[in-house]
Nanobody, 114 residues
Framework: VQLQASGGGLVQPGGSLRLSCAASGSRFVSNAMGWYRQAPGKQRELVADITSGGSANYADSVKGRFTISRDNAKNTVYLQMNNLKPEDTAVYYC?????????WGQGTQVTVSS
């Protein structure tokens, strides 16, 4: 499986972004998936995850602001991020849940700044 995250960028506080993660490989539809992020000087953390059936969980820091979803027909996982805060600035990655070392890609940079 190869995972390609995209959709990051520079946004002002309070703004929105939608991240996408395109997966190759037939195992995608049976995998729970997660969005992770790593801010400078901090450890990588789980932001949200979603089961193959669509049940989602969120880190407390993003509850009510972020929404994870998936389209199994398109082998794609999304992260809708609303009301972004400067502390959301990080490189965002998608991976299986739990993560598989070989699946880490380059991620996509999200910068929240005025």
């Amino acid at each position: 499986v190869q995972l390609q995250a995209s959709g990051g960028g520079l946004v002002q506080p309070g703004g929105s972004l939608r991240l996408s993660c395109a997966a190759s490989g037939s195992r995608f539809v049976s995998n729970a998936m997660g969005w992770y992020r790593q801010a400078p000087g901090k450890q990588r953390e789980l932001v949200a995850d979603i089961t193959s059936g669509g049940s989602a969980n969120y880190a407390d820091s993003v509850k009510g602001r972020f929404t994870i979803s998936r389209d199994n027909a398109k082998n794609t996982v999304y992260l809708q991020m609303n009301n972004l805060k400067p502390e959301d600035t990080a490189v965002y990655y998608c991976n299986a849940r739990p993560p598989v070392y070989e699946y880490w890609g380059q991620g996509t940079q999200v910068t929240v700044s005025s």
